[in-house]
């Protein structure tokens, strides 16, 4: 069932870096974020992320629950929604193109999700607002044999930025850039979102996810620099820090 209470679909794209799972077929029929599935490695599997003002993400405004943009009961107004379909446990770099897209003005907040009945919810993650903006997560699929159990946003904290005039450190948390020097607002930093997606867990038959991992292992390198057609991704302007 598709997410009928968000208006606007933004294109997410998926870059995969393949572990060991070229020539995997895809079982998975299951292509709404909304509807649930179970999944073997190397299946597709559709998740959201949408973006809104902080309180469109409660029942009750800031007063109730945090809950899924799948929740009938949610209704998001003035926001957008990005759907990717990675391969299961495979490292993928997750892709906004923001020359279509200004997450400030669209609350600055976002939510990863997916099911219904079962359904899974990142907490809340800043990304922008009129001062300064976010480019680089890394998001966590947790899985239990083959149920997605929950989304993690994972942080390590703010060492890749440290010294750089460039960059402000949200929160000991999060590199940010001023959200004036993005091309979107008159600036000459591409300020695309970027997202490092790993899996954790075990899928429908019980193999463990190691993607997580490898992500762990490779965190002192930057996947951007992976991608060679990625040249002009959103810190490449800034030293290739990320």
């Known amino acids: 069932m598709a997410v009928v209470s968000i208006p606007t679909m933004i294109l997410g794209i998926t870059l995969a870096m393949i572990l060991g ?5 895809d079982t998975n029929q299951v292509f ?11 299946d ?5 992320i949408a973006f809104a003002a902080k309180n469109s993400f409660y029942q009750n405004g800031s007063s109730g629950a945090l809950l899924s943009p799948c929740d009938r009961r949610l ?17 993928s770099l997750l892709t906004v193109n923001s020359s279509s897209f200004t997450p400030d003005t669209y609350g600055g ?5 997916a099911g219904r009945k ?43 930025c440290s010294g750089s005039n460039n960059f ?53 390198y930057s996947l951007y620099g992976l991608y060679s057609n990625l040249r002009d991704s959103l810190t490449s302007q800034y030293d290739k820090i990320f």
């Open 32 to 42: 709404s974020p909304c509807s649930d599935t179970k999944v073997e490695v190397g």
């Open 44 to 48: 597709g599997f559709t998740f959201g």
């Open 168 to 220: 402000v450190c949200l929160n000991d948390q999060d590199c940010a850039i001023k959200t004036n020097s993005c091309k979107t607002h008159g600036g000459s930093v591409d300020c695309s979102l970027g997202i490092q997606l790993a899996f954790s867990g075990t899928d429908k038959h019980l193999s463990a996810l190691n993607s997580w991992y490898e992500v762990e292992n490779l965190r002192q």
């Open 21 to 25: 799972l070229i020539g995997a077929s």
């Open 109 to 113: 907040q976002m939510v990863a999700f």
């Open 118 to 160: 079962y359904a899974a919810r990142s907490q809340l993650a800043f990304v922008a607002n009129s001062s300064y903006t976010v480019t680089s997560f890394t998001l966590v699929l947790e899985f239990q044999k083959g149920r997605l159990q929950n989304l993690y946003w994972k942080r390590d904290g703010c060492a890749k």
């Open 75 to 91: 209704t998001l107004s003035n926001s957008q929604l990005a759907l990717f379909r990675p391969k299961v446990d495979e490292i």
